[in-house]
């Protein structure tokens, strides 16, 4: 079985400055995808960003990048540049790639706030 | 494109009582999974839907079961409500293909009194 550890169960920053989000993960297989989803307090989850377990390439969008060290089983996820409306909460997800499934595997999360 | 439509937004139900909720997916979606959502748990899965299969299941008791529609369209029951049920319940749609993005809806906010 997989599992998600987002240890940090709050951070602050101040608007325009940078914050790193960390997630740490477990599982036994080799190909898989990992993601960050926001949930502000509309409660509505939203992708953040996606990375796929075989690419080396660390995912970028926009302002949201993320550190991905597959032999350490760790995917940060780093704001830049941060706005009032990036206070949510976030949550690290795991995927499988093998077998038919859309089954997401979710860290406790982490509610983030930026100061103005 | 319309997105995740869940219905009711809020649900008050009594302890034993048992409770149905909807979910539409975004057209053209075959995938649809659900997750409860705590504060003490936080979000985990319950089940997922694929053209009307179930082709996944969570760690939850027989209480809580799902159906799919031929036009996409889940259900999910909750039978015999106990007062830890009460969260918020999300379901998300997806195509269904190996790690496709989740689109999630706002949620029920099912409470048990």
């Known amino acids: 079985a997989q599992t998600v550890t987002q240890s940090q169960p709050e951070m602050s920053v101040q608007e325009a400055e940078t914050v790193t989000l960390s997630c740490t993960y477990d599982t036994s297989e080799n190909n898989y995808y990992l993601f960050w989803y926001k949930q502000p307090p509309s409660r509505q989850m939203i992708l953040v960003i996606r990375q796929e377990a075989y690419k080396q390439q660390n995912a970028t969008e926009n302002r949201f990048s993320v550190n991905f060290q597959k032999a350490a089983k760790s995917f940060s996820l780093k704001i830049s540049d941060s706005q009032l409306g990036d206070t949510a909460m976030y949550f690290c997800?795991?995927?499988?790639?093998?077998?038919?499934?859309?089954?997401?595997?979710f860290g406790k999360g982490i509610t983030l706030s930026v100061r103005p | 494109k319309a997105g995740v439509t869940q219905t009711p937004r809020y649900l008050i139900k009594t302890r034993g009582q048992q409770v149905t909720l909807s979910c539409s997916p975004i057209s053209g979606h075959r995938s649809v999974s659900w997750y409860q959502q705590t504060p003490g748990q936080g979000l985990q899965f319950l089940f997922e839907?694929?053209?009307?299969?179930?082709?996944n299941k969570g760690n939850f008791p027989g209480r809580f079961s799902g159906r799919q529609f031929s036009n996409s369209r889940s259900e999910m029951n909750v039978s015999t409500l106990e007062l830890g049920d009460s969260a918020l319940y999300l379901c998300?749609?997806?195509?269904?293909?190996?790690?496709?993005?989740?689109?999630f809806g706002q949620g029920t906010r099912l409470t048990v009194v």
């Open positions: 839907y694929f053209s009307e299969t179930q082709r």
């Open positions: 997800a795991f995927m499988r790639l093998l077998g038919a499934n859309s089954k997401l595997t």
């Open positions: 998300a749609s997806s195509l269904g293909g190996m790690g496709t993005e989740a689109f």
